[in-house]
């Protein structure tokens, strides 16, 4: 029933993704286009995440504990390049993998390269003295 309920989620996370425009690079680097032919429409999805995370928290409110992260270099650069890759090709993660269903190239080279990049974060010694 786990797992039902987790592809239950994904599947309606994915399709909203889809039908909000996240999953369409265009529409994303249009959002981001600030200076030129700006398209604020993706306000109303970033408005209605935030209303659905108020809304969806506020029972888990003391339930549950979130560790300040400490911001350090790797953290930073991390932050950079996820800002940079998304600034470039217009896909986060979710909405990259979303992409895979128009079986573009670009959706396919942005999700192969955040893999790779997943598995070097794995395989690569860790910078943290803590770790």
């Known amino acids: ?8 989620a994904g599947l309606l996370f994915g399709v909203g993704l889809w039908l909000s425009g996240m999953a369409n690079p265009v529409k994303v680097l249009d959002f981001l286009d600030v200076t030129g ?3 604020p429409s993706l306000l109303l ?12 928290f506020r ?5 549950i504990s979130i560790e300040k992260t400490k911001v350090d270099m790797p953290l930073v650069v991390g932050a950079a390049l996820f800002g940079l890759g998304w600034g470039v090709a217009g896909y986060c993660p979710g909405p990259g993998l979303t992409a895979l269903a128009n079986l573009s190239t670009e959706a396919f080279v942005f999700v192969g390269a955040m893999v790779a990049g997943g598995l070097a974060a794995r395989i690569l010694p860790s910078q943290d003295p803590g770790a």
Do not use: E, H
């Open 45 to 56: 999805v970033m408005g209605g995440a935030v209303a659905v995370t108020l809304i969806g």
């Open 59 to 63: 029972p888990l409110k003391g339930k």
């Open 1 to 8: 029933m786990k797992n039902l309920s987790a592809f239950g």
């Open 37 to 39: 032919v700006w398209d």
